[in-house]
Each structure stands twice: as structure tokens, then as C-alpha cells.
């Protein structure tokens, strides 16, 4: 067991803060103390803890590889959202964790990896696609199908370029509504699966977005023969502690963040998609 | 479970008059010594000092949404059944500062807690709540994690139970085998008796350190006869049920049944008022709140209680997850008699009858698990009549 409090917000300093989308930031943090690095499986994540305002879970949005610095991509949607956005180069941000499942990058090894991300979905996916374009030799396509609400809300642009230029990965993306100088997709992102190249029967599919959306998404795939074991999606509840004590993220019989966020679809076909579970 | 038998075990007798030792001795050793007291018009968990501090000739009246003390035609000590409250008041209090912090230049610095523990001894443990203890045991001394306040509170706890002399009008402790006679966990655990001119307690140990408590008072080996009143005491109590509840496949019978009529026929009723959970001896659910002090330079983090049946409890931006009544009361009543045991290897109910006491409007969980298993079959055939047919008679039976 660890011996550091699970309940203690480590300090970490912010090296950077960077817009992405007029409500969206990743911030850059960096350990005060920790020498060794930050460590954890793409898929996890961390309390985030603002001096005094509060803690909310998020998911850790950068390079596994890289244990030097620790990314976050936040969207300000709450008090505490909004003071992370809101803090500066220098100053500090408490973390605990890393806490839950990973994604299923071993699982994966050999199979085609379709990755579904509706809006700020795409940040707890980005680990996996570092991860993927380090090891692209050990996949077979790797598809990403990516929707936003509109073209101006749209994260990582200069990366949607680079992995589709530069690493052989079919990126995709829509959006639910544009003006006239958008040339790309407009619908929701599950018109995008049938243009896809992968082959149902050796593909491993990874979903994070709105509930609707990984629904929705959830037919698709399987209507186009991906098995329901082969889909993982990470799920967001309310959370509290992120070590399964306080009861917050509780979805049927799973804690959120300890047997989640990412589950593997066909363990929980009995509670996903009926309401208000 | 096991059921150690009364015939194979030693047994001891401790008058009346001696009782108030075995409590100096407690306090003696430097517990604190908390146990049941009329307060507030009902019986609640306080500090004791002496036996005066107990419920002498009270008990208690319980049905669904009732509860009234009334006096006892003797002096019995524990003579009523539980209280609102549970010992979960001690080891898992409703506020605990979990950490202080304090700004360091553009940083801050943790300062934990100094973890005192406190050291209980919980007198008058029902055999239901030494259950609901072992239950919350699992959630927090085991596990990856572990709660640290909790662990210290529990390793330190003395336990003395006392097998109920009755049963309350919403207790199923025999349907949830959780009960009425203590089987495990405690230091001491007595059965008072009442018979003819006599008033004693047949004690048995379950640690060293309850036979030396005991042997600290005046005590003897108990006789065939004082055994057989204790054991008849508990048998006519485990005949005095005022609930039962059927739990076969009890899991898989709530998992089949997310989608249930019956689930909006009790949001007609349910206040959300959280009762339910508040008096639950093995809800453990708990938020945090962070605050800071006027000048922002100081902050503290702060544990409490919380309760599924709170808008806020689900709350995701957006929106809560969980916003119909019906829902809440579906997580509360699935996580208690269903999930739970997908969670922790146990039922979340050890049938204390508290949350049906307590419930403004008197819902009854017993009541609820049955009109679902009652409405199965209907269900199985799968026909819209059948189930328009089955939410019918429940309304009927109201």
C-alpha cells in the first residue's frame, strides 16, 4: 500500500497554461518535489485540487512517455473548472492520483484500434493515440473518428494534422453545425463509422464523449460488426475521494473510479443506457 | 456465519448491581464509554458515566414512520430495541477535518490532521449493528485504500453487545441472518434476564480482553438453568420479528428489475428527505467540502456525510445524473439489497428496521423488495397487460 495519503493534494507548478477553445485550457504542471516523475496508464485520472476552492476529478490528457510534465485539458464549466482556467504560469494546483482503469493498449496489440471522441472526449484519448504513434508498427489502422459542436470547438488541431500526416492515422472529423467556409463533415459522429477502414472482426474500439453520444456510437460499431467486447468507454460520474470510499460515481454495481472510468462494454450491457442510473 | 451453540461454550453470570463495575472498569482503562441513553425523545448513543445513564424500564414502540418511547413494567437496562442512531456516529462521524493547509509562498502545504484516537467502548452493540459494523469494515479496512480514521476508531473499539430482549415492529434481523443473538466481533456479549425477583446478564467472551474486563467485576459460571432463560430470551425475540424479507437471488431479482413499475409508484411517495440513509447503519457515503479562511491564506478539508437522495449527490455539469426521486430511490434500494453484494461480497441490510421507522411516509423496503418479487411472474410473460396489471395491485394494496 502506498504510504502517502491518498487524501493529500500533492503540489504540482504550472509550467504552462494553453488555450485550446474559448472555454477550453490545457495547463502544463510539473512535481515540486517529485524527482522521479509522474506515472500512469492512459485512461487515468486525477483529483485537481484549487487552493481553498475545491477538487474535481480530470482526466490526465498527455504523453505517457514523457513523466516530466503532466497535461490536463480542462473545459470551465464549474466553480472549480473555472479557477483551474483561470490560474497562471507559476502558480500551483494541487493532484492525487493517478486513479482507475487504463484503455486497452495491450488488448489492442494487432487489431485495428477505432477511437470515437465527441468534444472534450478527445482529451482522455490523446494518451492513447502518444502512445499508439510511438508504437505504430504494432497496430493495424488506427482510425480516429472525432466530433465537436462546431468548427471553432475543435481541440489539438496542429496534433489532428500531425497523426494524420504524419503517422498514418485516419482522422476524421464533424462537427453539428458550421459556417459556410467549412469544408468538412457536419453531422453527428457516428455518420463518420460506415467511411471507416477497419476490420470489424479484429478491431478494438475506445469511446469517450456524452452519454448520448457513446449510445449512439455503441449501435453503430456494432451494427458494423464490432463485438461488444471489443468496446471499451470511459465513463464520467461525480467523484469525491477517486479511491471508491465516498460513494459519489457509483453506475449499478461499479465504482467509477476505481473499476472505471474505462469499462469494457459487454460487462455492463445491463445498466448502460437505461436512465438516470 | 457461525453459530457458536450455548452448550459449548463458557458462560458467566453478572448481577445487576455489578454492572455499574464493569462500566468504572471500562472508564478506568481510559475508554470512553458510550452507550444508550433517553434523550431527545428516543434512545440515543451518549457518553456514559454510570448505569443511571442507561434506559432503565424504557422501550420502545417502532413501526413503519413510528417510533415512541413507553415505560416497562421492570427496571430492565437494555430493554428496547435500537435507536435512530447507530455507532457509525463514532466511526464514521457526520464532520471530520480530514487536513488543514496553509499558502507557502505561490504553493501550500498539507498539514494532516493529529490523529488521536479515540479510544470507544460501544455498550449495548445489537447483533444487527455488530453486523452493520463488519460491513462498513469491508468498505473501509480493506480494499486498495482504507480510510485511516476509521481504521484507527475501529482497532481501539471495545465492544460490549447485548442480545436484544425483543423485537421491534420493523426489525427482520432473522430474514437478514444478521440476528437477534450476537455471534461475533465483540469483546463481551451478554443477554439480560429478568425472571422472578432476579436481574442478571449471562456474558460470554469473545477476546482476552473481554474476560479480563469481566473478570475485573464480581462474576460466576452460569448454571444449566440461567443459560436456558438467556437462550429462551433470544429464541422468543427472533419470534417476534414485526418484518421479513425473502433474499433469495435477491441480486439478480433487483438487477432484472431496473426498469420496474413499482420504481414509479414508490417516487409517488418518497420524500428524498434522506431519512433513510441518515439512519441506515451502513450508509456510508460521504462528500468533501474545502474552505478557506477571510484572508485565503488558510484551508481545510472537511469529510461529510452525504446521502444518495441529495440532487447534488450525482451532480455532473449538466446535471445531476440521478434527478427523479425514482432513481434515487432505485440507487438507494438496488445498492443496499443488490449491488452491495457485487461490491463487497455482503448484503448492504442487516434488517435494524431503522430506515423504515424513520421514513416520514413510512415506505418500507421489506414492502418494496416484495411487490417487485411478487409482480415476476408477471413479468416473465412480458405482456403490457401484465404489467399495467401488476402496478394496478400494488396501488390497490396501498
Redesign the interface.
Known amino acids: 500500500?502506498?504510504t502517502r495519503?491518498?487524501?493529500?493534494?500533492v503540489?504540482y507548478?504550472i509550467r504552462r497554461v494553453k488555450k485550446e477553445t474559448h472555454d477550453t485550457f490545457t495547463i502544463e504542471l510539473e512535481p515540486?518535489n517529485d524527482a522521479d516523475g509522474f506515472f500512469f496508464a492512459p485512461g487515468q485520472f486525477n483529483m485537481l485540487?484549487v487552493?481553498?476552492?475545491?477538487?474535481v476529478p480530470i482526466s490526465i490528457s498527455g504523453d505517457p512517455a514523457r513523466p516530466k510534465t503532466l497535461w490536463h485539458t480542462t473545459?470551465a464549466?464549474?466553480a472549480v473548472?473555472r479557477a483551474i482556467c483561470k490560474l497562471k504560469r507559476?502558480?500551483?494546483l494541487?493532484v492525487r492520483g493517478p486513479f482507475g482503469t487504463p484503455w486497452p493498449l495491450e488488448e489492442s496489440l494487432g487489431n485495428d484500434v477505432v477511437i470515437v471522441a465527441g468534444g472534450i472526449g478527445l482529451a482522455p484519448l490523446r494518451p492513447v493515440l502518444y502512445r499508439l504513434i510511438s508504437q505504430r508498427e504494432k497496430y493495424g489502422n488506427v482510425v480516429l473518428l472525432y466530433g465537436a459542436r462546431t468548427p471553432q470547438d475543435l481541440l489539438y488541431t496542429q496534433e489532428l494534422e500531425d497523426w494524420r500526416r504524419r503517422f498514418h492515422i485516419e482522422v476524421k472529423i464533424t462537427v453539428d453545425s458550421a459556417e459556410k467556409n467549412w469544408s468538412g463533415n457536419v453531422g453527428v459522429v457516428t455518420t463518420l463509422i460506415p467511411k471507416a477502414q477497419f476490420d470489424p472482426q479484429h478491431t478494438v474500439a475506445m469511446i469517450c464523449g456524452p452519454e448520448v453520444m457513446i449510445r449512439f456510437t455503441l449501435m453503430e460499431l456494432q451494427k458494423n460488426g464490432v463485438k461488444a467486447e471489443n468496446i471499451f468507454v470511459s465513463m464520467?460520474?461525480?467523484m469525491?475521494?477517486g479511491?471508491?470510499?465516498?460513494?459519489?460515481c457509483?453506475f449499478?454495481?461499479t465504482?467509477v473510479c476505481?473499476d472505471g472510468p474505462v469499462f469494457r462494454y459487454d460487462r455492463m450491457v445491463?445498466?448502460f443506457g437505461?436512465?438516470?442510473? | 456465519m457461525m453459530a457458536p451453540s450455548s452448550e459449548n461454550k463458557e458462560h458467566f453470570v453478572l448481577e445487576r448491581e455489578y454492572f455499574q463495575k464493569l462500566l468504572d472498569t471500562l472508564i478506568q482503562r481510559g475508554y470512553r464509554v458510550v452507550g444508550p441513553t433517553v434523550g431527545e425523545g428516543a434512545i440515543v448513543y451518549t457518553k456514559l458515566n454510570s448505569v443511571a445513564d442507561l434506559p432503565i424500564g424504557w422501550t420502545d414502540e417502532q413501526d413503519g414512520g413510528a417510533y415512541r418511547l413507553k415505560k416497562r413494567d421492570d427496571q430492565s437496562l437494555f430493554g428496547y430495541v435500537v435507536g435512530p442512531q447507530s455507532w457509525k456516529k463514532f466511526l464514521l462521524p457526520s464532520a471530520l477535518r480530514l487536513w488543514q493547509a496553509k499558502r507557502v509562498g505561490k504553493s501550500f502545504q498539507i498539514i494532516p490532521e493529529d490523529e488521536k484516537s479515540q479510544k470507544f467502548a460501544f455498550v449495548g452493540v445489537r447483533s444487527c449493528d455488530m453486523h452493520a459494523i463488519a460491513i462498513q469494515d469491508k468498505i473501509f479496512m480493506n480494499g486498495q485504500y482504507g480510510d485511516s480514521h476509521y481504521k484507527s476508531r475501529r482497532a481501539d473499539a471495545f465492544i460490549l453487545a447485548v442480545n436484544c430482549g425483543k423485537a421491534g415492529g420493523t426489525c427482520f434481523c432473522v430474514s437478514m441472518n444478521t440476528g437477534p443473538k450476537t455471534t461475533f466481533g465483540f469483546d463481551l456479549a451478554m443477554t439480560e434476564v429478568l425472571e422472578g425477583n432476579r436481574h442478571y446478564f449471562v456474558a460470554e467472551t469473545g477476546t482476552e480482553l473481554g474476560a479480563e474486563i469481566l473478570h475485573t467485576t464480581p462474576h460466576k459460571k452460569a448454571n444449566k438453568e440461567e443459560i436456558f432463560y438467556a437462550d429462551d430470551v433470544i429464541k422468543k425475540t427472533a419470534g417476534q420479528m414485526g418484518r421479513s424479507m425473502d433474499t433469495t437471488d435477491i441480486k439478480n431479482l433487483l438487477y432484472k428489475n431496473y426498469e420496474h413499475p413499482r420504481w414509479d409508484n414508490v417516487a409517488e411517495r418518497c420524500l428524498a428527505c434522506a431519512n433513510c440513509t441518515l439512519v441506515c447503519p451502513t450508509c456510508f457515503c460521504t462528500t468533501v467540502e474545502d474552505v478557506t479562511d477571510l484572508t485565503g491564506e488558510h484551508a481545510e478539508r472537511w469529510r461529510k456525510l452525504d446521502s444518495c437522495f441529495t440532487m447534488d449527490f450525482s451532480y455532473i455539469h449538466g446535471g445531476s445524473v440521478r434527478s427523479s426521486t425514482k432513481a434515487r430511490y432505485r440507487q438507494w434500494m438496488t445498492h443496499k439489497i443488490a449491488t452491495w453484494i457485487d461490491q463487497f461480497g455482503t448484503s448492504g441490510c442487516v434488517g435494524c428496521g431503522r430506515c423504515i421507522t424513520w421514513c416520514p411516509v413510512a415506505i418500507d423496503i421489506t414492502e418494496e423488495a416484495r411487490a417487485i418479487r411478487e409482480s415476476e411472474p408477471n413479468l416473465k410473460r412480458e405482456t403490457a397487460e401484465g404489467a399495467e396489471k401488476t402496478t394496478h395491485n400494488h396501488k390497490e394494496g396501498i
Open positions: 500500500m502506498d495519503n491518498p487524501m493529500f493534494p503540489p507548478y515540486e485540487y487552493f481553498g476552492v475545491g477538487e473545459r464549466v464549474g473548472t507559476g502558480g500551483t494541487g464520467e460520474r461525480n469525491k475521494c479511491i471508491g470510499l465516498c460513494g459519489h457509483q449499478g454495481p465504482f476505481k445491463n445498466i437505461k436512465r438516470e442510473i
